[in-house]
């Protein structure tokens, strides 16, 4: 399920990947410690938790989401046991991403991009730039793998240094 908001371009997104360490004390070349920040996000953001689901309690094809309660104003990360156990005993690059890319839900909201229609659509049918889950993917892939550090790198460095999977170093070579 996406959401419309307002547009970004990727190098505006690459600036808020810049802000976003910054808040975290993440230096700019530095590989993000994923784990950290996600105990660490509540001093920044309020209203924000995270809990460890049993794998039971989540659609199969859902490894972590971002909830919010509007009327609150708060947030809460809901994460698959077998992905946080996968990130945190086995480093595991994909699910790095996963929980990093819902904190980026967040962090997008908080500077406003909040949907602006609240239906979903289909996939496909939102351009990237405007869609909520294109803007948190490509801002997670900013902040895991930092542009001007990486824009020289091979895909196997990439991994190496940053933790990512092979199919976000990809990516990241191509964009």
């Known amino acids: 399920m996406d959401y419309i908001t307002k547009p970004v371009k990727r190098i505006q997104l690459r600036k808020f990947a810049t802000i976003f360490r910054y808040l975290f004390g993440i230096a700019p070349t530095e590989r993000i410690k994923v784990l950290d920040v996600l105990d660490r996000f509540h001093s920044v953001f309020d209203n924000v938790s995270y809990v460890v689901l049993e794998d039971y309690e989540m659609p199969p094809n859902i490894p972590a989401r971002c909830s919010i309660q509007e009327n609150e104003g708060t947030f809460r990360i809901e994460i698959k046991n077998t992905v946080y156990v996968g990130a945190y005993e086995k480093n595991i690059g994909a699910f790095l991403d996963f929980i990093c890319h819902e904190m980026c839900h967040v962090f997008?909201?908080?500077?406003?991009?909040?949907?602006?229609?609240?239906?979903?659509?289909?996939?496909?049918?939102?351009?990237?730039?405007?869609?909520?889950?294109?803007?948190?993917?490509?801002?997670?892939?900013?902040?895991?793998?930092?542009?001007?550090?990486?824009?020289?790198?091979?895909?196997?460095?990439?991994?190496?240094?940053?933790?990512?999977?092979?199919?976000?170093?990809?990516?990241?070579k191509r964009y």
Do not use: H
Request: with cysteine; aromatic share 12%; proline share 5%.
């Open 108 to 172: 997008l909201y908080r500077i406003g991009f909040t949907p602006i229609m609240n239906r979903s659509f289909d996939n496909g049918k939102i351009p990237a730039y405007c869609s909520v889950e294109w803007q948190a993917k490509a801002l997670c892939g900013e902040i895991m793998m930092p542009y001007e550090a990486t824009k020289n790198m091979t895909v196997e460095e990439i991994m190496k240094v940053y933790g990512v999977s092979r199919d976000s170093a990809r990516y990241r």
